[in-house]
Structure formats: structure tokens, C-alpha cells
């Protein structure tokens, strides 16, 4: 049977599982995960249907955030515009 699946970094894989990198070390290290260097920086291998999920998982993280930004953004503008109405009073009343 022929692994499929992607070599991930130490901070890709931290990020996959949710680890710090040095328990992704510690992994490495102990052999809990099938490992190899790439351009002299250690890598994890995952399977295809992990990886698959984990990439879905990102996507789907990712668009949340992108989101939440855009509410925020929204809610700047908004609260930048109170404040420079509020502005206009309090200086038509100093006059």
C-alpha cells in the first residue's frame, strides 16, 4: 500500500495538532511520528484524508477570521464616524 499524504513542517504540524513545536520535537524525537529531514529541516509525515481534513479545518478557520476582520472593520468605520460627529458638538458648543 502506498502512503499518500504530505511532509508537513515542525510549525505545520504543531499547528495541525495543536502542539507547541517543541512536543512536535519531542514526537520526532520519541518516533511517535514517521519523520525526515527536508533541506536540512525536519519534517512529519500525514496521511491524505488528516492532511485533508486539516486543510478544510484551515479553510474554514481562516474564513471566520475573515469575517470577524470584516465586522471589525465595519464597526471601526462606525465608531470613527460617531466620533467625529461627536467632535462637530462638542466644538459647535465651544464656539
Not at 499518500?4 to 502542539?19: H, N
Not at 533541506?39 to 491524505?48: L, Q, S
Not at 486539516?54 to 464597526?75: C, G, H, I, Q
Request: hydrophobic share 35%; aromatic share 10%.
Amino acid at each position: 500500500m502506498i502512503n499518500r499524504g504530505s511532509w508537513l513542517s515542525i510549525i505545520g504540524y504543531a499547528g495541525f495538532r495543536d502542539i507547541s513545536m517543541s512536543t512536535a520535537r519531542s514526537f520526532i524525537k520519541a518516533g511517535r511520528v514517521k519523520s525526515k529531514l527536508i533541506h536540512g529541516r525536519p519534517h512529519v509525515f500525514v496521511n491524505y484524508e488528516e492532511y485533508c481534513n486539516y486543510s478544510e479545518e484551515r479553510d474554514r478557520k481562516y474564513m471566520a477570521v475573515k469575517m470577524e476582520l470584516d465586522n471589525l472593520r465595519k464597526t471601526i468605520s462606525k465608531l470613527i464616524f460617531e466620533k467625529n460627529e461627536l467632535q462637530k458638538i462638542i466644538d459647535d458648543r465651544k464656539d
